[in-house]
C-alpha cells in the first residue's frame, strides 16, 4: 500500500512514516521541506501520485479562530480536489478529543480542528477521522512555550494522556482498515492532571526547574474540570507514564 503523511516530518508525521514502513508500506513523507505546501496545494499532485491513502498529521499552531478556521479549511479543500484527481481511496485525519466541544470554543484552534473535521466530512473522499487525547510528548511542549528561563507556567487541565507513538501505530492501522468514518477516541490509560505529568518528567530527566500551575482563561475551567477527556466509547492504549518515561530515558 501507496501511504502519503502530509506533516510527514514532523513529530508525529515522522512517527507514523515509521510505523508504516515497518509495516510494509511504501511511505511518502509529505511537508514544506519536501515541496509540498497544503495550505496553496503546491507539490500535491505529485505527492498523492499512485497513492492509496492518505494520513493527515499536519498542523498550524494559532489560537486565533479565524486564522485556525481558514487555515484548516482551505487546506482541506486544497487536499481532497488533489486526493480526487489522484483517485485516493482513502483520507485519514488526526484530530483531537472533544475539539467540537461547545465548552471549549473560547480555544480558536479547537474550533480550527472542528472545522477540519467538517470539511473532510463533506470533500466526497472517503474518511477515517481518530481523534486522540493530549499526548505524554505535551508535557516537554508545554515547558519550551511556557518557560522562562529555569520557570515553567503550566495550564491547570485534566487528560488522559497517550504516547505519540501509540496515536502513530492506531492511525497506521486506521490506514490499513479502511474508512470507517469516526473511529472511537484514542486515550492512555490514566487520568493525570497536566502539571503534576509535567512535572513528574522533569522529575524525571533531572531538569531543576520550577514548575507553576495557571488557570487558563476562557476554556481553561472547562478543561481543569475534565472537558479534555474521552467519553465511554473510547479505546484505551499504550503505557502509563511510568513505563513511557523509561521507554524514553535520555
Same mark, same amino acid.
Given at each position: /500500500?501507496?501511504?502519503?503523511v502530509?506533516?510527514?516530518? &514532523?513529530?508525529? &508525521?515522522?512517527?507514523?512514516v515509521?510505523?508504516?514502513k515497518?509495516g510494509? #508500506? @511504501?511511505?511518502?513523507a %509529505? ?5 509540498v505546501d497544503?495550505?496553496?496545494g503546491?507539490?500535491?499532485d505529485?505527492?498523492f501520485a499512485?497513492? @492509496?491513502?492518505v494520513?493527515?498529521?499536519? @498542523? ?7 486564522? !485556525?478556521?481558514?487555515f484548516?479549511?482551505?487546506?482541506a +479543500?486544497?487536499?481532497?480536489a ?8 482513502? #483520507?485519514?485525519?488526526l484530530?483531537?478529543?472533544n475539539? @467540537?466541544d461547545p465548552?471549549?470554543?473560547s480555544?480558536g484552534y479547537y474550533? &480550527?480542528?472542528?472545522?477540519?473535521? +467538517?470539511a473532510?466530512?463533506?470533500?466526497g473522499?472517503?474518511f477515517?477521522?481518530?481523534r486522540s487525547?493530549q499526548?505524554?510528548e505535551f508535557?516537554?511542549?508545554?515547558? %519550551?512555550?511556557?518557560g522562562?528561563?529555569?520557570v515553567?507556567?503550566?495550564p491547570r487541565?485534566?487528560s488522559?494522556?497517550?504516547? !505519540?507513538?501509540t496515536?502513530?501505530? %492506531? ?5 490499513? *482498515?479502511?474508512?470507517t468514518?469516526? !473511529?472511537?477516541?484514542l486515550a492512555?490509560p490514566e487520568?493525570?492532571e497536566i502539571p %503534576?505529568m509535567?512535572r ?14 495557571i ?7 472547562? /478543561?481543569k474540570g ?8 473510547s ?6 507514564l511510568e513505563?513511557?518515561?523509561?521507554e524514553?530515558? *535520555?
Open positions: /500500500m501507496r501511504i502519503v502530509l506533516g510527514g516530518t &514532523g513529530q508525529m &508525521g515522522k512517527l507514523v515509521e510505523q508504516a515497518a510494509g #508500506h @511504501d511511505v511518502v %509529505a511537508a514544506r521541506s519536501t515541496g497544503i495550505s496553496t503546491a507539490g500535491l505529485e505527492a499512485g497513492a @492509496d491513502v494520513v493527515d498529521v499536519s @498542523d498550524h499552531v494559532t489560537n486565533s479562530a479565524k486564522k !485556525a478556521i481558514e484548516f479549511e482551505t487546506a +479543500r486544497n487536499i481532497a488533489a486526493e480526487t484527481r489522484a483517485g485516493v481511496k482513502h #483520507h485519514v485525519l484530530s483531537i478529543v475539539c @467540537d465548552q471549549l470554543k480555544f474550533q &480550527g480542528k472542528a472545522a477540519q473535521e +467538517r473532510v466530512e463533506a470533500s473522499i472517503p477515517t477521522i481518530l487525547t499526548w505524554f508535557g516537554e511542549k508545554t515547558i %519550551a512555550l511556557f522562562l528561563g529555569p515553567a507556567m503550566v487541565m485534566r488522559q494522556p497517550v504516547a !505519540a507513538k496515536v502513530a501505530e %492506531a492511525l497506521v492501522t486506521c490506514a490499513q *482498515n479502511g474508512p468514518g469516526r !473511529a472511537p477516541d492512555g487520568v493525570l %503534576a509535567t513528574e518528567i522533569l522529575k524525571y530527566r533531572g531538569r531543576r526547574t520550577l514548575l507553576i500551575p488557570s487558563m482563561p476562557g476554556a481553561g475551567k472547562a /478543561m475534565g472537558a479534555l477527556l474521552p467519553g465511554p466509547e479505546t484505551t492504549a499504550g503505557p502509563t513505563t513511557w518515561l523509561h524514553h530515558e *535520555n
